[in-house]
């Protein structure tokens, strides 16, 4: 059958698709060749015509991971502490959606981890959350409502906070059910606004 125009992008799409559903089931770890070929019910010949290695197939994930987490919906909130802990509401497991798609962004730590250039895109990317997280915290300071000081550094502690709490929530479900997330997370903003009575 003769392909049409567009329909190179249109079969991309639909092998996006399914290296989504097999990343969603499986992590990073199942993540193969075969597994996407089987999920898209075609051949791996076909899938080499996309990528022609196992890490373009890695590197395309992760870059369908960040672009679907770009554009989901987000929580609206006013400026200051209440923008920070909307965006730190988007982070956490808190519902079925945010526990797959953390499942998901923690099992790509592996290969980001075995793979230098995988990895410092990760870390482009976590970078770029800290930044967006740190021009919050500026806000939140213009507004009096946190104390002075580097923002960059409450940021790091912010996201370090955040990623640590998924960490524990995704291993122990039970432990970490959503109100408890939500409690430890307005405790902790607590912690930073006492910080501004104490100075």
Same mark, same amino acid.
Do not use: C
């Given at each position: 059958?003769?392909?049409?125009?567009?329909?190179?992008?249109?079969?991309?799409?639909?092998?996006?698709?399914?290296?989504?559903?097999?990343?969603?089931?499986?992590?990073?770890?199942?993540?193969?060749?075969?597994?996407?070929?089987?999920?898209?019910?075609?051949?791996?010949?076909?899938?080499?015509? @996309?990528?022609?290695?196992?890490?373009?197939?890695?590197?395309?994930?992760?870059?369908? =991971?960040?672009?679907?987490?770009?554009?989901?919906?987000?929580?609206?909130? /006013? /400026?200051? =502490?209440?923008?920070?802990?909307?965006?730190?509401?988007?982070?956490?497991?808190?519902?079925?959606?945010?526990?797959?798609?953390?499942?998901?962004?923690?099992?790509?730590?592996?290969?980001?981890?075995?793979?230098?250039?995988?990895?410092?895109?990760?870390?482009?990317? @976590?970078?770029?959350?800290?930044?967006?997280?740190?021009?919050?915290?500026?806000?939140?300071?213009?507004?009096?409502? =946190?104390?002075?000081?580097?923002?960059?550094?409450?940021?790091?502690?912010?996201?370090?906070?955040?990623?640590?709490?998924?960490?524990?929530?995704?291993?122990? /479900? /039970?432990?970490?059910?959503?109100?408890?997330?939500?409690?430890?997370?307005?405790? @902790?903003?607590?912690?930073?606004?006492?910080?501004?009575?104490?100075?």
């Amino acid at each position: 059958m003769p392909r049409i125009k567009g329909d190179h992008e249109a079969r991309r799409r639909e092998v996006s698709e399914a290296v989504w559903r097999v990343l969603a089931a499986r992590g990073f770890g199942g993540l193969s060749m075969r597994t996407v070929a089987a999920e898209l019910g075609a051949s791996t010949g076909l899938l080499t015509h @996309y990528f022609p290695a196992k890490r373009d197939l890695v590197a395309h994930a992760l870059d369908l =991971l960040a672009e679907r987490a770009a554009t989901r919906e987000r929580r609206v909130a /006013p /400026p200051g =502490l209440a923008r920070l802990r909307a965006v730190l509401l988007d982070i956490i497991p808190i519902d079925d959606a945010a526990v797959a798609s953390n499942r998901i962004w923690v099992s790509s730590w592996d290969p980001a981890l075995a793979d230098p250039v995988l990895g410092a895109d990760h870390a482009a990317r @976590y970078a770029a959350s800290r930044d967006k997280v740190s021009g919050i915290i500026t806000e939140a300071q213009e507004l009096g409502e =946190l104390p002075p000081g580097d923002p960059a550094q409450t940021a790091a502690a912010v996201m370090s906070f955040a990623l640590g709490l998924v960490v524990q929530a995704l291993l122990d /479900p /039970p432990a970490f059910p959503a109100e408890r997330q939500v409690a430890l997370l307005d405790a @902790y903003l607590a912690q930073l606004i006492s910080a501004r009575t104490a100075s």
